[in-house]
């Protein structure tokens, strides 16, 4: 089925609930009201002829000049070949949301990194915590206006180019070899020839 029949579908469930679908540029996508995102899920996976039984990737967008985080859903069925995205719209000073873990298990960790590197609260979620930072990490790295404080408890947050610190460790490398395997004394320079007497003049007759 095209993305088209799968939002014809959504729409004669759930009306204006479900959004029209985007012109596509690579992915087109419908926006749905958060208050609906669960049923519109449980929906799509279970209803015979679509069947999105994977959630292959759930993630956001921050738009701060717009005052909103958008929270991503790119859902797939390998039954048959089809998908959708979907789109919910969130406050962005208290973006919330109910959970979709209860429909793919998979959304577990896609939304622990969401409230990590967003911080998109989603109500119903059995282990809400960081995944990638220290849960007394200030701010969610993936806003846009996120300021870098410099560190985490004396732990500098910059990293060197990796490249820099191989070139360093190879020149560790070759300065200690060199200590094991010295090179040969040079060679003695080679002996001057003996000078040139002086010239006889030739016998005469």
Same mark, same amino acid.
């Given at each position: ?11 004669a469930?759930?009306?204006?609930d ?9 992915d087109?996508?419908?926006?749905v009201k ?8 449980r929906f799509?996976? $279970? ?7 994977? *959630?292959?990737d759930?993630?956001? =967008?921050?738009w &701060?000049? #717009? ?29 919330v ?8 298990k ?9 409230y ?6 989603? $109500?119903?979620?059995p282990?809400?915590?960081?995944? *990638?930072?220290?849960?007394?990490? =200030?701010?969610? &790295?993936? #806003?846009?206006?996120y300021?870098?404080a ?9 990293r060197?180019?990796?490249l820099?610190?191989l070139?360093?460790?190879d020149?560790?490398r ?5 200590k094991l ?13 003996p ?11």
């Amino acid at each position: 089925m095209t993305t088209d029949g799968i939002h014809e579908r959504l729409k004669a469930v759930f009306g204006d609930d479900v959004g029209p679908l985007s012109e596509a540029k690579m992915d087109a996508f419908a926006l749905v009201k958060k208050e609906r995102i669960v049923e519109v899920c449980r929906f799509l996976k $279970t209803e015979p002829g679509l069947e999105l039984e994977f *959630l292959e990737d759930e993630t956001a =967008v921050d738009w &701060p000049k #717009r005052n909103v985080i958008e929270i991503v859903y790119h859902l797939l069925s390998y039954r048959h070949r089809h998908g959708i995205v979907l789109k919910v719209e969130l406050d962005r000073a208290a973006p919330v949301i109910t959970t979709v873990e209860t429909v793919w298990k998979t959304a577990n960790w896609f939304e622990r990194e969401i409230y990590d590197l967003f911080g998109v609260d989603f $109500t119903g979620h059995p282990d809400l915590r960081r995944l *990638l930072l220290p849960d007394d990490w =200030v701010g969610h &790295p993936l #806003r846009k206006d996120y300021q870098d404080a410099g560190g985490w408890h004396g732990i500098s947050s910059f990293r060197e180019n990796p490249l820099v610190e191989l070139r360093r460790l190879d020149e560790v490398r070759r300065a200690e070899a060199a200590k094991l395997n010295p090179p040969p004394p040079p060679s003695p320079p080679p002996a001057a020839p003996p000078a040139a007497g002086p010239a006889v003049p030739p016998a005469k007759a």
